[in-house]
Structures are given as structure tokens and as C-alpha cells.
């Protein structure tokens, strides 16, 4: 049975049941003063049904649309195959990796096993673009994921085991960011596997609201602890990374929900830092935090376009919770007013990359208590810029104050000079500047080299203010740095191979510094 007809049989019986119930509902309604509120209430489920129908109606076209897509690529990946597979009988590689008639001339054609290893090469992409198309027409046909609504839903994810190394003391064995002292007894380093960076996702594509498409996400990972259990390292706790909910129309879009910071939005690309971005503490700002904001895109030509973005944050502070069950509101919120965000970003084509440049400012106000408050805020920049069509470099610069909850400080937002709680205790808001750089190299589509350099420094005047200062987070540190170089190479969409080399080196006040290395082998399957 054809899905139009699947879909027309379903609209019928729909319709007929409708007609049905409206009959009995009529007959068993008592007469008099009842029919009229009968009546209404009829006439308002009638027109309800009569929605939803339209509403599926909407999502069957829309689904008829993309099998249709699908099949049209499909039709053209087999006439390529089939031409590929031709020309590879009758000894032409070349017209089979153009396409083109056997008798075509080619003054500039490689050599004879050059052009057949285009050949084969171009034969295998086409092979796996026409089973991943092939995959997608399937699905028209079948419900991979079933919604409690009427609307799609996509599941999506990875599954990434990460097997590390590390040679020096370092925060969290598996995603370090700092690096300290060895311990007495200690054996100076540490080898392990972990899959608690795996992620899954969550896509629903809903109906249109005045004039705008609606959707929302929803991200998890396993990186939210470990149970007091045997071996419970190897047992990852469930974790919520982000979940928003978008309205977009076409040149303005309003997103709510918990999401990265937008003012600050790029990070190096590094697969041995899923659960948490890398050069977290080391010069990357980053959080995922609820907030509600507006972006509006400009068109500047062909080519070229500025978007602005506005919205509120719940104001983070880096403060550890109180309670493992009960919420207290942090410094921030105890501010009773929310953070303030905003940013412009400049972007436009170049050498077939993205170019894109950045600048963002950010305010939140921090209250500690006995009328002790510090203004938070941070001005930072980030960029892209394509240097060809193989290399790009990217990266970003902060300088702020009392910005821990977003990383900034080594995760610091404020020294005290004695107990937190105490009334005589002074509050003195850490000021901090860092930033990262990446190098880009992408020889081929399926190979990806990145080399990488961070530091966050927070000024020593704040460190060194209070003769025994308190903090939350180890006030002993003045500087972090970290560089890293690794390889990824993807066979296939849907396969991924990473190495990397990391280093890390903090500074303390004693003047003491320590060092580790980290050494990070991934796979990881993408769904």
C-alpha cells in the first residue's frame, strides 16, 4: 500500500469516526435547556478535530516533500554509480570520475593509476552517500522514534570511549584542566577508559506560531558524577547539558531554555573534552545556563550578514550548591536581578569558510550578604578567520571581574579575607584576562589537525590583597595555562578516530609551579 493511500484511508476513518460520535453524542444529549450547550460544545470539538486534521494534513505533505528530495538525489547518486560502475568495465577511469563520454579529451589526465585511484575513490563516496540517502527514503516509511504528539522527533547522540594517560597530578583524570602537586605516596600518574562523555539528543520539530517555526532540544550526558558504588567510576550519573526552545522566523529568532553562553560561543574542537569544553579554567568561558534572549540577523549583501544578540541570564557565581536536594540561591541570584548579555557578530564567505568576528559584553550583579555586593562583568571578542582552503584560525580574549561561574579566574569570582559567613568578613571582587588560539589544518574532508594554546590570569593585586584570603576554589592559584595538538579522522559521517597530546601548567603564589601531561585515544559512533 503507497503512503498516500496509507495517509487518505487514515483521513477517511478520521473523518467517519467523527461523523459517528457526533450522532451518538446528539442522541444521548437529554432535550430542553440542555441542546444549546449540546450544540456548543459539539461545534467546539468539531473544530478542534477539524485542526488537528489539517495540522496532520500539513505534516504529511511535509513528509511527501522530503521523501520526494530524497528519492531525487537518490535517482541522481545511482545514475553516477552506474556510471562509475560502467566505465570501470570498459577500462575508461576517467570518464567514469567525471562523468562525462569515454571519448572526451583530457590534455591534463594523470597518469594511469592515479586517475584509477580517483576512481575508486570517487566510486566509494558515491557507494556511501548512496546508502546514507537510500537510509533516509527508508525512513519516510517507518517511525524510528514515536512522540506522544503528532510532531517529528529526532534522536540523536554519541557513544565515545575515551582511553587517557596522564603523567603528573591533575584535577579529573579523564578531563583535566589543572594541574598540582604530586602527593605523598602518590604515583605520579594515572592511566584509565571511560564512555561517560557519550551523549544523546533530543530534536522536536513542532508546528508554526505566527509565522515562525518551533522547535525544541534536548541534550544529556553521563558526566554527572559517580554513585558510592563498587567501581562506581565506571557508572557515569545522568547529566542535563542543555535543553532550549526556539521560535524562528526568518531573520529573528527567540530562544529559551538553558544553553551555552551565546556571548561567548566558540570553543576549541577537541573529543577528549565532550563532557566539559576544553581550556575550561584556562582562558575558555563557558556555561550552560538558563536564559531567555533575542537574535536578529541583518543581510549586508550576497555574502555577508551581522547578527545581534540580546538576553538575561540566570546570574551564575560559581558557588558549590548547599544542599545535594534543596536549592539556596547563589551570589548572583541573591542579587534578585538576572545577567545581562549582548553581542554583535560580523560574518561573510571567504575561500569557501566562514569568516566571523565578534565582541560581547556582559554584567551581573553578585550580593554576599551583609549588604557586600560586586558587580560582575566581562568584555570579550571572538573570531574565525579562514587563512585558505585548508587552514583557519580562531579564538577568543576576555577581561572581566568576578566571573567564575562562567570559568573566568580559574573559576573564582571573588576572594574573602576570612569566613564567608561572618559580618566582619571583607568581599573583593577577582579581576581576570585570558583567552585561546587554534590553528586549523584540514588537508582532506575526512582528516582534521588542531593545535591550541590557553591561559587564564587572574591579577595578582585581588590574590594577594588578604594575608589568609578564602575562595571558592583554590586561592592559591595565580596562573593556568594549556596547548594541545590532536588528529581526527572521520572514514565516514558516521565514525570518528581522535588522538591528542595535551599539557597543563599552573602557577601557585608560593611561586611553585606543576606540570602533567595528558594523552587522549577516542572513537566514537555517531547516531
Known amino acids: 500500500m503507497s503512503t498516500r493511500h496509507t495517509y487518505d484511508v487514515l483521513r477517511s476513518a478520521m473523518l467517519a469516526g467523527l461523523v459517528v460520535w457526533a450522532g451518538v453524542s446528539a442522541a444521548q444529549e437529554p432535550a430542553g435547556s440542555t441542546e444549546t450547550s449540546s450544540a456548543a460544545s459539539l461545534n467546539d470539538s468539531v473544530r478542534e478535530l477539524r485542526q488537528q486534521i489539517r495540522e496532520l494534513q500539513a505534516a504529511v505533505t511535509e513528509i511527501r516533500s522530503e521523501a520526494q528530495q530524497y528519492r531525487a538525489e537518490t535517482t ?64 519516510q516509511y517507518q517511525t524510528k522514534v514515536e512522540s506522544a ?53 533530543l530534536e522536536v520539530f513542532g508546528p508554526q506560531l505566527a509565522g515562525a517555526r518551533t522547535k525544541a532540544d534536548l541534550q544529556l550526558d553521563l558526566g554527572g558524577g559517580f554513585p558510592r558504588a563498587l567501581n562506581g567510576v565506571n557508572f557515569g550519573l545522568l547529566r542535563l547539558r542543555t535543553g532550549t526552545m526556539r521560535l524562528d522566523w526568518a531573520h529573528t529568532s527567540i530562544i529559551a531554555g538553558q544553553d551555552g553562553l551565546f556571548f561567548s560561543p566558540s570553543s576549541p574542537t577537541s573529543f577528549a573534552s565532550l563532557a566539559v569544553p576544553v581550556f575550561s579554567y584556562a582562558g575558555n568561558l563557558w556555561s550552560w545556563v538558563p536564559q531567555l534572549r533575542v537574535e536578529h540577523r541583518f543581510s549586508l549583501g550576497e555574502d555577508s550578514s551581522l ?49 566571523r568576528v565578534g565582541v560581547s559584553g556582559y554584567y551581573g550583579r553578585q550580593s554576599y550578604g551583609f549588604d557586600r555586593n560586586v558587580d560582575g562583568w566581562a568584555g570579550m571578542t571572538d573570531w ?57 589544518y584540514r588537508p582532506a574532508n575526512k582528516f582534521e589537525f588542531n593545535g591550541a594554546f590557553g591561559q587564564d590570569a587572574p591579577y595578582m593585586a585581588d590574590i594577594r590583597a588578604f594575608p589568609n584570603p578564602q575562595a571558592y576554589g583554590d586561592p592559591t592559584l595565580t596562573k593556568n595555562q594549556g596547548g594541545l595538538v590532536n588528529v581526527i579522522y572521520r572514514p565516514r559521517s558516521d565514525l570518528l578516530f581522535s588522538a591528542e597530546f595535551r599539557h597543563l601548567k599552573t602557577f601557585t603564589t608560593d611561586n611553585g609551579t606543576y606540570n602533567a601531561d595528558h594523552v587522549n585515544l577516542m572513537m566514537g559512533v555517531l547516531f
Open 307 to 355: 547578527l545581534v544578540q540580546g538576553g538575561i541570564l540566570d546570574s551564575q557565581s560559581g558557588e558549590p550548591p548547599v544542599f545535594d536536594y534543596y536549592r539556596t540561591p547563589q551570589a548572583g541570584e541573591r542579587s534578585r536581578q538576572p545577567a545581562y548579555a549582548t553581542r554583535v557578530a560580523w560574518s561573510r564567505s571567504l575561500f569557501g569558510q566562514p569568516l
Open 149 to 201: 504528539s503528532k510532531y517529528r522527533m529526532r534522536l540523536s547522540g554519541i557513544v565515545l570511549l575515551n582511553l587517557f594517560s596522564n603523567v603528573g597530578t591533575v584535577d579529573n583524570a579523564d578531563i583535566p584542566s589543572i594541574a598540582y602537586d604530586r602527593p605523598p605516596g602518590g604515583s605520579g600518574g594515572s592511566f584509565g577508559g571511560s564512555l561517560r562523555q557519550s551523549q544523546i539528543g
Open 76 to 139: 541522481e547518486l545511482r545514475r553516477e554509480l552506474q556510471a562509475v560502475r560502467t566505465a570501470s568495465v570498459s577500462g575508461n577511469p576517467s570518464a567514469a570520475a567525471t562523468g562525462t563520454s569515454a571519448y572526451a579529451p583530457d590534455a591534463a589526465a594523470p597518469g594511469v593509476e592515479g586517475r584509477e585511484d580517483q576512481k575508486m575513490q570517487h566510486a566509494a563516496t558515491l557507494e556511501e552517500e548512496y546508502q546514507m540517502l537510500s537510509g533516509k527514503v527508508d525512513e
Open 384 to 440: 574565525d578567520l579562514p587563512l585558505g582552503h585548508q587552514f583557519s584560525l580562531s579564538g577568543k580574549f576576555y577581561r572581566g571581574k568576578g566571573v567564575g561561574g562562567l570559568g573566568g579566574g580559574i573559576g573564582r569570582s571573588v576572594f574573602f579575607s576570612g569566613d564567608p559567613g561572618s559580618l566582619y568578613t571583607q568581599v573583593r571582587g577577582l579581576n581576570s584576562a585570558g583567552g585561546w588560539a587554534q590553528l586549523k
